[in-house]
């Protein structure tokens, strides 16, 4: 039997923190395209945006020499510097950058800036404006960039300079939707992650993170979903998601798609507005005594089960989804229509 070695990246340590505020914007899964690199010679400019942590494999070479899971381009032998272009799946609001060299040691680049535009086509070189200034790189490291600006963008250029490798490319912040363009009657998914819907608050994620639940489509494989360790303990587990806007819940679909040994027995959901809580402690102990929209129900496995919301008297901003006792859960999808 043969098998192939490697090694897998550190996560980012602030990644819990930043993924309980933000998404990331450069999800493929969003839509995001790497659409242009000057040069991708040695790895694939795809592959900067991929959602698994980067990985190496001693001994994997291609006819290009030594495979890497990143972008990197040739030596540069001329001058200049090399650049890719990101469009990004859905407009937003930029808050941090990570530019992760995870086993970039000798060819990462030293330097890199970043800019970004909001056009609807490819921007023009002068439509381009700085958004993190020409900073110094690490090797092997996260390089974590706070933005300090709010304008929506649709178009990230990154510069490295000269040349050289990175491993993932992370941009978090918030979706930037334009509930203007939504008609009051119209049914929507207020919780949909291209919908500005965000996980605020929870307990486990041990295999999967409850942003999960808000993908678009289906999950197309079972870590594309919420899933906690198995609980050795009394209570269950729980999470507490912002909907895009302020609205009213009709209808309401809980996917266990491809959990089978391991879906949760049971199910509540509330809805209601947090007052200024931001601490996991604080969210949970307002939003335990919010009313139900679904009373306590079975779940079944590898299946899609579909509610009628109790009605609440006024809009809601968030929902807090128990489940019990443990378990996965791969999609949300709550209908309705914004307030």
Not at 47 to 63: E, H, K, N, Q
Not at 78 to 99: E, K, M, N, S, W
Request: proline share 6%; hydrophobic share 40%.
């Amino acid at each position: 039997m043969s098998f192939e070695r490697f090694i897998t990246a550190p996560a980012l340590p602030e990644a819990a923190e930043l993924t309980r505020r933000f998404v990331d914007l450069a999800q493929p899964r969003l839509g995001t395209d790497v659409i242009f690199a000057t040069d991708d010679f040695f790895a694939d400019k795809a592959r900067m945006i991929d959602p698994a942590l980067p990985v190496f494999y001693p001994d994997r070479f291609d006819d290009h020499g030594k495979w890497m899971d990143g972008w990197e381009s040739r030596r540069k032998r001329v001058p200049g510097h090399d650049h890719a272009v990101i469009r990004l799946g859905q407009r937003g609001r930029v808050a941090a950058i990570d530019v992760d060299t995870a086993f970039f040691t000798g060819n990462f680049p030293p330097e890199a800036m970043i800019e970004a535009a909001d056009t609807a086509d490819e921007p023009s070189d002068d439509a381009w404006r700085t958004i993190v200034p020409r900073a110094a790189l690490n090797g092997n490291s996260h390089n974590l960039f706070t933005v300090d600006d709010d304008t929506p963008v649709r178009w990230l250029r990154l510069h490295i300079y000269p040349d050289g490798g990175v491993a993932r490319l992370r941009v978090f912040g918030t979706i930037e939707k334009d509930w203007n363009e939504v008609a009051s009657d119209e049914r929507i998914d207020l919780v949909a992650m291209e919908n500005g819907g965000t996980a605020v608050a929870w307990n486990d994620a041990h295999y999967g993170h409850p942003a999960n639940m808000l993908a678009p489509g289906r999950a197309p494989v079972m870590a594309d979903g919420w899933e906690t360790a198995r609980r050795r303990v009394p209570g269950n587990d729980w999470c507490v998601l912002k909907l895009g806007t302020a609205g009213m819940i009709e209808r309401i679909a809980i996917d266990t798609h491809h959990f089978k040994g391991n879906y949760p027995d049971r199910v509540t959901l509330r809805g209601g507005q947090l007052n200024g809580e931001t601490t996991t402690a604080a969210i949970d102990a307002a939003s335990q005594s919010w009313p139900l929209i679904v009373r306590e129900t079975k779940l079944q496995a590898d299946h899609v089960a579909k509610f009628s919301a109790d009605p609440l008297g006024a809009p809601i901003t968030h929902v807090r989804l128990d489940i019990f006792p443990d378990g996965g859960v791969s999609r949300l999808r709550l209908y309705g229509k914004k307030a």
